[in-house]
Structures are given as C-alpha cells and as structure tokens.
C-alpha cells in the first residue's frame, strides 16, 4: 500500500493510481497537490489532480484527473457492510481531456482551477454530478480566454470504466467542454446522445479551446433534430435565476396567483416545454428561495387545473393549446402577461442580470 504526501494511507487513492495504471502503464504524471487538504482548512477541495499526457485517437491531449471527491482514506466510510450499491464519498471523479495547443510542452493550469471550482460547487451545495448531466460556467470556461466553450457536458470516461475501491464504487465522469448553441440544442435531446452525435468530430471528446461550434455540422445538427423529435427532452428540471410565488385576494372575484420570473427563466421554460410535454413528459423549474413551478401534460380531455394555491410549489397541468398560447403570450421582455386558458395566473417578468464565474455583471438579458 502506498502513503501519500499527507503521510494517510490512502486506500481509496491507490485504487484510483491502480485505473490510471492501466491506461498509462509506468508513465509518472504530472501532479498538483492541495498545500493544506480541504478537511484541515484549506480553500481547496480536491486534495491533488493528476495530469497524462495521451496520443489516444490520434489527437495529443492532457488527461486531467481529480483525488477528493471520492473517499480517499476511509475517512468518510460510513462502515456500511459492502454491496453493489455503496459508493466511495460522492461516488466520482473528475475527468478533463485537453486538446495540447502547438508547441505546448507543458499542461495549461487554468484547468486545474477549473476543476477545483467544480468541485467546490459539489461540497458546498451536496449536489452530485452524473453522466448526463450539463452546467454552464457562466463566462469562457478558460477565464479571461476568448474561447467559444462557456457550458459542460458530463460523460463516462471514455478510458476509465467505472472500479470499485474498499470504500465503495467509484465512477470517472469526463467533463466535455460545450459551446453556448451546441448546449442549447443539447437541451431538446440529451446530452449522450448529443455528445455522440459530436464524436466522429470530437474523438474521446476531447476539449479543444479554439474550435468553432459543431452545431453547424449537417450530421451533428440532424442527429439531435432527429433524436429531439422521437425521444424529447430528458431535461426534467431547471434551476432558474428568478422565481417567486404569490396570491392576489380580489373582493368578490377569484384569487390570483402571481408568478414571478425571470426573462432568462422565461427563455429557458419555453425552450424546454415543447420538449416535454408532447411526449408526455412534465417539466419543473425552480430557485434556490425554494420555489417551484411544475407543468404537467394533460390527459386527453383535460383542460387547464391548478395546485397548490397559497405556497411555493404550484403544479399546472396544461393541454396542447394551453402549451401554444404560452408559449406565443409569454415573453421573455419586462412586464405583465396573462394566457388565454391558463385563468387567474398572472405573469410578472423581470429583467434578468448576468454575471460571470467571479459574479461580477457583465449584462442584462432581453429577447
């Protein structure tokens, strides 16, 4: 068993090199430990990333691999006796592959802070990732760069299958850099698929910070249309940067209910909505006041029906028609709007403030 820089025998970690040796055999990476870990006070979370060099699929790229966000040490064990199911700390790591850039002899480190970042987001909030998944970075995912790529997609690593350490399963999740318009159209299918799609054009998905957008490539642009159209969307759920639930008593008339949203809330629900509710799927957006909003198909038959009145949690069910008249009355614009067929809901639109990673404005958005 081998000891790290921290002196810890550190099972977990071992398991970790042992996946590693498998594809890079004796190669010795490149690696970047945490001064002071995480557990002790420091401002890093992950304890170290590991940096490969590969020639896989013909493309030379940086192979970045992340130690923390897994149980490294047995420390956060829950002594649960073994099973499938068990999985080591948040079950994953992270995966970044590169593109090296001509004349680049040594590994970007912009990356590294990249992949602290998110693994800052997992131990601050305690949500996961997962294949499938995606996130924006709010910004160029190279801070500073004038790189297209400002969004993620999450895939198994295409090398590193998942393995199982004394602390549990431990699954490699790659992170593939996305440009605004690929992520956007992602969003009707889902990101598998979609990603898929891209790989003839971006092998082992590869990031590559000065590529032009792959969403204008005929076969990529069909492949989603297509798989759009039979399966949906898989996005179910979206976190909104603005969203707020009232009532308005009115004498001697029904109550009405206000929703209060934001214009990119507004932009992305009706991007997303026809995606769902066609194919009989609901959809949910919310924020982090911990309001949300639900919007369910409706059976044949079934007209407009509203639940929930008086709290954060409002369901709407919705027909076809209600669905069009939304989507045609309700824009992403300051102001007030009311849909034919949806009574007594009131939509109050704000204009919604952009920020960057660092969360300073950088503008305002309006369609």
């Known amino acids: 068993m081998s000891e790290t820089e921290s002196g810890d025998l550190s099972q977990g970690w071992d398991a970790i090199d042992h996946a590693l040796q498998t594809v890079y055999g004796d190669q010795k990476p490149e690696h970047f430990g945490a001064i002071i870990k995480y557990r002790f006070g420091g401002p890093d979370p992950l304890d170290g990333i590991s940096i490969y060099r590969s020639d896989a699929a013909g493309r030379p790229h940086w192979h970045y691999v992340t130690y923390g966000l897994s149980d490294l040490y047995g420390e956060r064990d829950n002594n649960d006796p073994p099973s499938d199911d ?161 009532q308005r008593k009115r004498l001697l008339r029904s109550t009405q209910t206000i929703i209060h949203m934001g214009t990119l809330s507004v932009r992305d629900l009706k991007f997303v909505l026809p995606w769902r509710l066609p194919h009989g799927k609901p959809f949910v957006i919310f924020s982090d006041t911990g309001a949300g909003l639900e919007f369910m198909p409706a059976q044949p038959g079934q007209s407009f029906s509203m639940e929930g009145q008086g709290t954060q949690e409002l369901t709407l069910t919705i027909n076809e028609a209600q669905m069009q008249a939304l989507l045609h009355g309700l824009r992403a614009r300051e102001g007030e709007y009311t849909i034919p067929g949806i009574d007594n809901v009131i939509w109050q639109v704000k204009t919604s403030i952009i920020t960057n990673n660092q969360g300073e404005v950088t503008g305002k958005y309006e369609a």
Request: aromatic share 10%.
């Open 86 to 246: 068990k999985v080591s700390g948040y079950g994953f790591e992270l995966t970044f592959r590169l593109a090296v850039q001509n004349g680049e002899t040594e590994p970007p480190t912009w990356a590294l802070n990249f992949l602290q970042n998110l693994a800052r987001y997992v131990f601050e909030t305690g949500n996961t990732f997962a294949a499938g998944h995606w996130m924006s970075a709010n910004g160029p995912i190279e801070a500073g760069s004038d790189t297209l790529l400002t969004e993620m997609g999450l895939v198994e690593d295409p090398q590193l299958r998942t393995i199982q350490t004394p602390y549990g399963k431990l699954q490699f999740l790659q992170v593939v850099g996305l440009t605004a318009d690929e992520l956007y159209a992602i969003r009707r299918w889902n990101v598998r698929g979609a990603l898929a799609a891209m790989q003839a054009h971006m092998p082992l998905w590869i990031t590559d910070t000065t590529r032009p957008s792959l969403h204008t490539q005929p076969d990529v642009h069909a492949a989603i249309s297509e798989g759009a159209a039979k399966d949906g969307s898989s996005t179910g759920s979206l976190y909104v940067d603005h969203l707020h639930i009232e």
